[in-house]
């Protein structure tokens, strides 16, 4: 990709959180090595330091809040409806966020129905001072196992995270390897 596309593409995304970066812990650095050295990185706030992260790959999305980022990953998966959705929240995660099916000492999984031909699964990823969301939508029509608008309990939730175990996977080594 040639230089001024990609700075075209990266003053895109600083403006799409609008002219303050800085208040949504977003703001352009200089490519670490990872990628082409053509290619601008977006630098993100998260807990108490900070990550680079590929304009190509991620795009950051308005977010209301000065305590979160909002981004949409711009790399779908062959069996995603939409586009994966990620926040982080720069500040601890409360109990109240530690719901759903518990995979691990830190992560945590819900599963949801709200259309005929999808499950939308969440991922939780408690970092300590700073937690992150990750929603993505699957192409899924079985309504055996979830009914259109069932929330699933730890039980159906188990069975939909077998069903789509490689996608969880790649999503939790993805969430740990950006942020």
């Avoid at 995603?80 to 000492?105: A, C, H, P, W």
């Amino acid at each position: 990709m040639t230089k001024p596309i990609c700075q075209l593409m990266l003053s895109l995304c600083i403006l799409s959180v609008g002219c303050s970066s800085q208040k949504h812990n977003v703001q352009a650095a200089k490519d670490n090595g990872d990628l082409s050295s053509r290619e601008k990185r977006l630098k993100i706030a998260v807990g108490n330091r900070s990550v680079e992260i590929s304009p190509l790959e991620w795009e950051v999305l308005k977010s209301e809040f000065e305590y979160s980022v909002n981004l949409k990953n711009n790399r779908m998966l062959s069996n995603e409806k939409y586009n994966q959705i990620v926040t982080v929240f720069n500040l601890e995660m409360t109990r109240d966020r530690k719901s759903g099916t518990k995979l691990s000492d830190n992560i945590y999984l819900e599963s949801f129905r709200t259309l005929q031909d999808s499950v939308t699964v969440q991922i939780r990823i408690d970092k300590g001072s700073y937690w992150i969301l990750s929603r993505q939508t699957f192409s899924f029509d079985n309504d055996r196992i979830l009914s259109i608008g069932e929330y699933a309990d730890e039980k159906k939730s188990l069975l939909i995270s077998n069903m789509f175990k490689n996608e969880i996977s790649n999503t939790i080594y993805t969430l740990n390897r950006h942020f």
